[in-house]
């Protein structure tokens, strides 16, 4: 039977080429998070069509919810003809901004030599788009199949998820007995499953002084010269330490299989208020910083803050005038599906029929939507799995294989039949 589910998806290529493009037309930018609802509509009207039953359900109160920018889901289930196990793939719609060094639109939805251009072809409408054909082509070839299954389009994945998939988990869309199985179509490549991702810390540094005329800076305290001791202490403890940490994680790249930190930001002063326009004349009482700490599954998430509490509290004692407050923005800690779960063996047993190859076990080097999946919902038997390169994502001229989104597609119609059909075995 798995000769016609795959039949059935190679006579739909060009459907799928079409429903990438769609997609990629929708411009969801995030910030500030435009077209989410006519995104979702399109989504949700689509498999309206199919028999899904669709809810929308917008993030309430949720970082950069507006009536402008509203933070609007689509959640659409199908119930097949007997009890079973619910498989939900779940796909965030927003992009990161297109940036510049584009040779072609960026919103056009391109198709050229074998591939799918545009921002968010590879993050992640292809993978969407994929989950999306491989369920309907499962439900044509089986229509009598047990148990359900879910498609969302979710927001604002790409900062942080907390309208998206944190919103709804907290309702309860991501918990038992509504879902059993999840899998979330990121960009990690059509034969590698991703188990799980590193821990993240974001927190914001903001150091104390007091204003003065810029002519006089005596008669004032500098916060940017405060926070330039502590970027001067970073450099000389902080990330030499981070960089002998090693993890047993699968992560990928190389590179990411130590801890890491990244100033994400600096800002301090007035100047940055008057721009476009003039310099402030004063002396900066006030500097912030964020940072984005990755870490590994051995480490603890209090020694994490430490290492960097440690060094504020030493200048704090050792420098004139030194003050400082931390605020955390968020923490995740670092997930790892086991590779006997059920998901994993089915996308497994889907690689293996296609690629005639074991597939490769990742580690996401960065977070994505399963840390809300785990923490909020308490499903573990979650993955990432999808077409894309990710090295592509959040680049110009980012691109998704259309052979890549069929392969894929096929992945998941296969594993999709082994969790709901109960043929996975041990």
């Known amino acids: 039977m798995n000769e016609k589910l795959l039949k059935t998806i190679d006579s739909r290529i060009d459907e799928l080429v079409e429903l990438t493009a769609d997609l990629i037309r929708f411009p969801t930018v995030n910030p500030p998070g435009e077209?989410?609802?006519?995104?979702?509509?399109?989504?949700?009207?689509?498999?309206?069509?199919?028999g899904f039953g669709v809810e929308y359900v917008r993030g309430e109160g949720t970082p950069g919810d507006t009536d402008r920018y509203p933070r609007t889901n689509v959640v659409a289930r199908f119930d097949g003809r007997s009890p079973g196990p619910t498989v939900h793939f779940n796909s965030h719609i927003d992009v990161v901004e297109a940036g510049d060094g584009w040779t072609v639109d960026p919103f056009a939805g391109i198709v050229k030599d074998g591939r799918v251009y545009g921002r968010g072809a590879c993050d992640m409408k292809g993978g969407l788009a994929a989950s999306i054909i491989a369920a309907e082509a499962f439900m044509d070839v089986y229509p009598d199949f047990p148990g359900a299954i879910e498609i969302s389009g979710t927001v604002d994945e790409e900062s942080g998820g907390f309208g998206g998939v944190?919103?709804?988990?907290?309702?309860?869309?991501?918990?038992?007995?509504?879902?059993?199985?999840?899998?979330?179509?990121?960009?990690?490549?059509?034969?590698?499953?991703?188990?799980?991702?590193?821990?993240?810390?974001?927190?914001?540094?903001?150091?104390?002084?007091?204003?003065?005329?810029?002519?006089m800076p005596f008669l004032g305290d500098c916060a940017v010269r405060h926070m330039g001791a502590v970027l001067a202490a970073f450099e000389e403890e902080l990330f030499p330490s981070l960089d002998r940490?090693?993890?047993?994680?699968?992560?990928?790249?190389?590179?990411?299989?130590?801890?890491?930190?990244?100033?994400?930001?600096?800002?301090?002063?007035?100047?940055?208020?008057?721009?476009?326009?003039?310099?402030?004349?004063?002396?900066?009482?006030?500097?912030?910083?964020?940072?984005?700490?990755?870490?590994?599954?051995?480490?603890?998430?209090?020694?994490?803050?430490?290492?960097?509490?440690s060094i504020l509290d030493r200048l704090k004692r050792e420098r004139p005038k030194f003050d400082y407050e931390i605020r955390d923005i968020m923490e995740v800690q670092p997930t790892m599906t086991e590779r006997d779960a059920p998901v994993v063996k089915?996308?497994?047993?889907?690689?293996?029929?296609?690629?005639?190859?074991?597939?490769?076990?990742?580690?996401?080097?960065?977070?994505?939507?399963?840390?809300?999946?785990?923490?909020?919902?308490?499903?573990?038997d979650c993955i990432a799995y999808g077409p894309g390169i990710l090295d592509l994502a959040h680049r110009p001229d980012e691109w998704v294989g259309i052979e890549d989104m069929v392969q894929s597609a096929k992945?998941?119609?296969?594993?999709?039949?082994?969790l709901l059909r109960g043929k996975l075995g041990h």
Not at 411 to 418: D, E, F, N, Q
């Open 35 to 50: 077209a989410y609802r006519p995104c979702a509509e399109y989504i949700g009207e689509r498999l309206k069509k199919r």
């Open 411 to 418: 992945v998941m119609a296969i594993g999709l039949g082994l």
């Open 245 to 309: 940490k090693q993890t047993s994680m699968p992560v990928v790249p190389e590179g990411a299989r130590r801890s890491t930190m990244n100033i994400n930001s600096i800002h301090g002063g007035q100047t940055e208020d008057f721009r476009p326009g003039l310099p402030s004349p004063n002396v900066p009482d006030w500097c912030r910083l964020t940072i984005d700490r990755r870490f590994l599954l051995e480490e603890k998430i209090d020694e994490v803050k430490g290492e960097v509490t």
């Open 346 to 380: 089915a996308v497994a047993r889907g690689i293996q029929e296609i690629f005639d190859r074991e597939p490769q076990y990742v580690i996401s080097p960065g977070t994505y939507d399963q840390k809300h999946v785990a923490r909020i919902g308490h499903i573990y």
């Open 166 to 215: 944190a919103y709804l988990a907290g309702k309860g869309y991501f918990s038992k007995p509504r879902v059993d199985h999840v899998i979330i179509p990121e960009p990690l490549n059509k034969d590698r499953i991703c188990l799980g991702h590193r821990g993240v810390w974001w927190a914001e540094i903001e150091t104390k002084g007091e204003i003065a005329h810029g002519s």
